[in-house]
């Protein structure tokens, strides 16, 4: 059964950082490009990052961009995303999600984790 | 960014009728569709790709249509479980993008 399990979130100040992480198993990890997905209160989601298999080719909505770090540890299973200079709009529920495609990325996300809470306020 | 417009934005149904919620893509999207249902404080889920390939697991009830710019998610013969806000999001051009969302609650 695959299974992704996200931890790291909370709350922090605006200009803060926090480490998200994803733990994947039931499947073969460094076959698949993963992504993250958030959503804030209320909203849909909202593409965030995605990285392929072999960690060669990531990718950012130009919201993030410059400020967060999508990257993987295919010997731990492993999946973060480093984020720096919160803003209060960075607010949502963060999900780790498995990219149907083997290899690269197509951004159809066949499993998603429970997701884990980032509040960014003062 | 692909615009994803979805509707309605909430409908109210009865167990046992039939639900069509309408997805438009601008511009179009071929066929490179998804649909997601999500409950409250759950995470997404996925129903349907390509615009009408079932995920596994998905009961039959749950079918999907079109291609281009407008799409149609249909639920026949609603069951309590059905009740949920839906999605759409359109992996044909990058950045992926998502639609409104449908909320369809008990009559």
């Known amino acids: 059964e695959v299974q992704l399990l996200e931890s790291g979130g909370g709350l922090v100040q605006p200009g803060g950082t926090l480490r998200l992480s994803c733990t994947a198993s039931?499947?073969?990890?460094?076959?698949?490009?993963m992504n993250w997905v958030r959503q804030a209160p209320g909203k849909g989601p909202e593409w965030v990052s995605g990285i392929s298999a072999s960690a060669t080719d990531t990718y950012y909505a130009d919201s993030v961009t410059g400020r967060f770090t999508i990257s993987r540890d295919n010997s731990k299973y492993t999946l973060y995303l480093q984020m720096n200079y919160l803003r209060v709009e960075d607010t949502a529920i963060y999900y780790c999600?498995?990219?149907?495609?083997?290899?690269?990325?197509?951004?159809?996300?066949?499993?998603w984790g429970q997701g884990t809470p980032v509040t960014v306020s003062s | 960014d692909i615009q994803m417009t979805q509707s309605p934005s909430s409908l109210s149904a009865s167990v046992g009728d039939r639900v069509t919620i309408t997805c438009r893509a601008s511009p179009g999207i071929n066929n490179w569709l998804a649909w997601y249902q999500q409950k409250p404080e759950r995470a997404p889920k996925p129903l349907i790709y390509a615009a009408s390939t079932l995920q596994s697991g998905v009961p039959s009830r749950f079918s999907g249509s079109g291609s281009g710019t407008d799409f149609t998610l249909t639920i026949n013969s609603l069951q309590p479980e059905d009740f949920a806000t839906y999605y759409c999001?359109?992996?044909?051009?990058?950045?992926?993008?998502f639609g409104g969302g449908t909320k369809v609650e008990i009559q």
């Open positions: 999600a498995r990219d149907w495609n083997y290899g690269g990325l197509i951004y159809y996300f066949d499993y």
């Open positions: 999001q359109q992996y044909n051009t990058y950045p992926p993008t």
């Open positions: 039931g499947f073969i990890f460094n076959s698949h490009a």
